[in-house]
């Protein structure tokens, strides 16, 4: 069949090596992939860009269709079979974990192992490499014994593709042509950052044995046992990827510029680590059983902040890099059109004051946990504290980055509230001095004060999305979760039916809100903010609608299991940045919501 020029979002699997990720279509083919890390330019670049993005491809003699796809289970091994009429066609992806790998000396590896199952098959692989998200297209060599060795460079980018016959041009593409017999699987390997030689003589069924050892040794450590556990798992497992392993620091998403609405202009690139992404990750992983993830995450925000000491931002890069400096890139025409294809994100320079509640929040747990080095905490708390008395009555930008102006958003208001909380308890059990402590007391009695008055609106019934201002935002459904006010409080239980009755879609889905926020264009119902509102149901023990909300909203997951940021209310198809590690995230609290509110086991925070 001939390949559409952009597939659903969907349509992608993912795989990687806990340095980059590779997005693989329903079609076999690679069409989103930077190296040698996240951050990196792509050099299959298809997802943004039909012509000009480039992609990795097969094909199969006399035309195919998708026939079906899997993950094997318990690991990132991709398995995407083609059907054709002379027999189906299976593709076996997965690049090679590289998790104690923190320098760039040797290889990393991506496999396409091929195999016809049933019958002989000639089939394809054809390269379209475009470095430099497809500005560049590199030198090619064909090189190595029987020319099976495609050489690719352009800058410091360079690429080798070993495979068992020879490479040939094919106008714009290079071309490798493989007689498969029945049962007797042959492999493309792509390395790069290693040795610029052809073929290191790698055994690919060995490396995929390896591979699919690691994986099942990780999830083996899962020690989660509840509701909708294959769920829960392929959400640890696609956490588990989206971890840059040589810092402990985690990419919102590996993609850049997927739109939130089909030719809108929010398009934003995800390849960064937010700091509000912190206390979700650090609490999701935690009851899952994996403190080793947690503990290298709480090292990267260590050492970015002693790197920094007097500057927090939103987000840094997967180094602890401040530079996030946002480009468009004019050359590309987006997803399906969506404009304008964006690196760097401007947000990172904003002012948003619930940054401090979520590191605090992420601190705290570990500690609660007993996972924690005490020493990096004593070094900024105190003086972290003390910026937070200072600074929560600023306007800010708010948790949804929005570009339309600075505000009094209440959820800014109530992780400032957070921040104090839980540093003043932080500050307790550390035993350190706070000669102002009885000052923060009061600063925090004083953002509970303003939260609860200027907060509130009797007429919505709820809480405002910032104070004096009539408006609802999903972020008031994080009041109980963050153990402000109690689940089952009267104006908790408003705000929730508030929501329900004004910021869902016929789904019961939920927006983030319904207001201009300086963008000006349409976005999907938010996957976050839906999960949010199945953990307030279970909380109030409305275990009913918990467990059929949330199983709407995993139905609309692809067939891997994967989501991303936001859904079409109108067609349900996955839109933004995919997959995401914030919904992701959320699937696995609400499910453990879930599962304590069947057992009448009350809230999860270990706070209480």
Aim: glycine content about 8%; aromatic content about 10%; hydrophobic content about 40%.
């Amino acid at each position: 069949m001939d390949r559409p020029r952009y597939l659903p979002i969907a349509d992608y699997g993912i795989v990687g090596d806990l340095h980059s990720t590779a997005l693989i279509g329903r079609l076999g083919s690679i069409d989103w992939m930077c190296v040698p890390r996240f951050d990196s330019p792509s050099v299959f670049g298809r997802l943004l860009d039909a012509e000009k993005g480039g992609s990795m491809w097969v094909e199969v003699e006399g035309g195919f269709i998708p026939d079906s796809r899997r993950y094997i289970p318990g690991t990132n091994i991709l398995e995407t079979t083609l059907s054709s009429p002379h027999g189906r066609l299976r593709v076996t992806d997965f690049m090679v974990a590289r998790e104690e790998e923190k320098t760039l000396e040797h290889d990393h590896i991506l496999v396409r192992l091929l195999e016809a199952p049933d019958s002989d098959l000639n089939a394809s692989v054809h390269v379209d490499a475009r470095f430099d998200y497809g500005a560049t297209d590199p030198v090619h060599n064909i090189e190595g014994p029987s020319d099976s060795c495609l050489a690719l460079e352009a800058g410091p980018t360079h690429m080798h593709i070993d495979g068992p016959s020879s490479w040939q041009r094919d106008g714009r593409a290079i071309v490798q042509r493989l007689a498969l017999r029945r049962g007797k699987p042959q492999a493309v390997i792509v390395r790069y950052d290693g040795q610029r030689t052809y073929d290191h003589g790698q055994d690919p069924l060995r490396l995929l044995s390896d591979t699919r050892e690691f994986w099942e040794r990780w999830i083996a450590r899962c020690n989660y046992d509840g509701p909708y556990l294959d769920m829960v798992l392929r959400s640890a497992l696609t956490l588990k990827l989206l971890i840059y392993a040589p810092e402990g620091s985690i990419v919102a998403a590996p993609t850049t510029s997927l739109p939130e609405w089909i030719g809108g202009g929010r398009n934003w690139d995800y390849r960064f680590t937010w700091l509000r992404d912190s206390s979700f990750l650090v609490y999701a992983l935690q009851l899952l059983g994996y403190p080793q993830e947690c503990a290298a995450f709480m090292g990267w925000l260590g050492r970015t902040h002693h790197r920094h000491p007097s500057q927090w931002q939103t987000m840094y890069g997967i180094d602890g890099r401040t530079d996030l400096a946002e480009v468009e890139l004019s050359h590309l025409e987006g997803y399906r059109g969506s404009k304008p294809v964006r690196i760097g994100n401007g947000a990172a320079n904003q002012l948003q004051l619930d940054i401090y509640g979520e590191t605090l929040d992420s601190v705290y747990l570990h500690l609660r946990f007993g996972k924690i080095e005490a020493g990096g905490v004593r070094a900024g708390l105190v003086d972290m504290l003390e910026h937070v008395a200072a600074s929560w009555e600023q306007p800010d930008n708010g948790i949804w980055e929005v570009r339309g102006g600075e505000r009094h958003f209440l959820y800014s208001k109530l992780l400032c509230w957070v921040a104090i909380d839980r540093g003043l308890r932080l500050a307790q059990q550390l035993k350190l001095p706070m000669p102002r402590q009885q000052q923060l007391v009061w600063t925090r009695e004083e953002i509970r004060h303003t939260i609860l008055t200027r907060g509130w609106s009797d007429r919505l019934g709820a809480f405002r999305q910032a104070l004096d201002e009539d408006a609802l935002d999903a972020t008031a459904l994080m009041l109980p979760l963050l153990n402000f006010l109690p689940p089952m409080d009267p104006r908790v239980r408003s705000t929730v039916q508030a929501i329900q009755a004004n910021l869902t879609d016929e789904s019961g889905f939920v927006y983030r809100y319904r207001r201009d926020d300086g963008l000006g264009s349409s976005e999907g119902t938010f996957l976050l903010c839906s999960f949010w509102l199945v953990n307030n149901l279970a909380l109030q023990r409305q275990l009913g609608p918990a467990r059929d909300l949330f199983e709407r909203l995993i139905a609309h997951g692809n067939d891997l299991g994967l989501f991303s940021e936001e859904l079409d209310p109108s067609t349900g198809d996955l839109l933004g940045n995919f997959p995401q590690a914030f919904t992701h995230l959320a699937i696995i609290n609400a499910a453990a919501h879930i599962e304590r509110a069947a057992e009448n086991r009350g809230p999860l925070d270990p706070i209480r």
